[in-house]
């Protein structure tokens, strides 16, 4: 019954904002910590930013942190990622992922702790 669509992937200018949007229908979306991770061309998959159940504790990749903000609204079963001062290096799909559990101690990043995801959003960043 999971669901996880992404929307709000776009070409945008190098400095400009998007905010990025994640349905999650089908399950019981405030009992589960959420994530996003992305992919750039060629290069590995690499976790961005991280909101356990409530959305009171979020952390976020170096690259990332002080630009990108993650929130979850959820009465209404949806995941975002404001996107600041984009540059090139943020050009990616990016994807959002359901955690196993409530909370994430340690290892963030693993894929392990994830068991479901969806095809992701295309966000370029080019002049």
């Known amino acids: 019954q999971v669901q996880l669509v992404e929307s709000g992937g776009a070409l945008v200018q190098p400095g400009g904002s998007l905010r990025l949007s994640c349905a999650a229908p089908?399950?019981?979306?405030?009992?589960?910590?959420m994530t996003w991770i992305r992919q750039a061309p060629g290069k590995a998959l690499e976790w961005v930013a991280y909101?356990?159940?409530?959305?009171?504790?979020?952390r976020y990749a170096d690259s990332v942190e002080g630009r990108f903000t993650i929130s979850r609204d959820n009465a209404k079963n949806t995941l975002d990622l404001q996107m600041n001062t984009l540059n090139a290096e943020d050009t990616a799909v990016y994807y959002c992922?359901?955690?196993?559990?409530?909370?994430?101690?340690?290892?963030?990043?693993?894929?392990?702790?994830?068991?479901?995801w969806g095809r992701g959003t295309q966000v370029t960043v080019s002049s």
């Open positions: 992922a359901k955690a196993k559990w409530q909370f994430i101690l340690l290892n963030i990043g693993d894929s392990d702790n994830y068991d479901y």
């Open positions: 089908g399950f019981t979306f405030s009992n589960y910590a």
């Open positions: 909101i356990n159940a409530g959305g009171v504790f979020t």
